[in-house]
């Protein structure tokens, strides 16, 4: 069975750096779509990146120049480096995946099958 877990979320002050890592397990397909998403307390889950088998991504427009996604295929890991943290970064962030590319509709929730447990990042100001 397909499983995803997330690591790397820790408390930071503001301007600091964190990377937070999600490795899965059990998938078979060639082709997938991996993507980050991110829920404050009072929020709605909303779309931080995604990434493809293929390599195509995209972000946040809010995030961009800040974050950065990779992945590695050997090792079924995808990535997101975030530096330069604010406060406003703070939430639950979830690692989730599906069969299939990167779509233009890459930042709704209800396009993906598989869900980690989440990883607390905190940042104080």
């Known amino acids: 069975q397909v499983r995803l877990v997330e690591s790397g979320g820790g408390s930071v002050q503001a301007g600091g750096s964190l990377r937070l890592s999600c490795d899965a397990s059990g998938y078979s397909s060639r082709t997938w779509c991996m993507g980050w998403f991110r829920q404050a307390p009072g929020k709605e889950r909303e779309g931080v990146a995604a990434i493809d088998s293929e390599g195509s991504e995209s972000f946040l427009n809010s995030l961009r120049g800040r974050f950065t996604i990779s992945k590695d295929n050997a090792k079924t890991t995808m990535y997101l480096q975030m530096d330069n943290l604010e406060p406003e970064d703070t939430a639950m962030y979830f690692c989730?995946?599906?069969?299939?590319?990167?779509?233009?509709?890459?930042?709704?929730?209800?396009?993906?099958?598989?869900w980690g447990q989440g990883t607390q990042v905190t940042v104080s100001s």
């Open positions: 989730a995946a599906r069969p299939g590319r990167f779509t233009s509709n890459w930042f709704s929730p209800r396009q993906y099958d598989y």
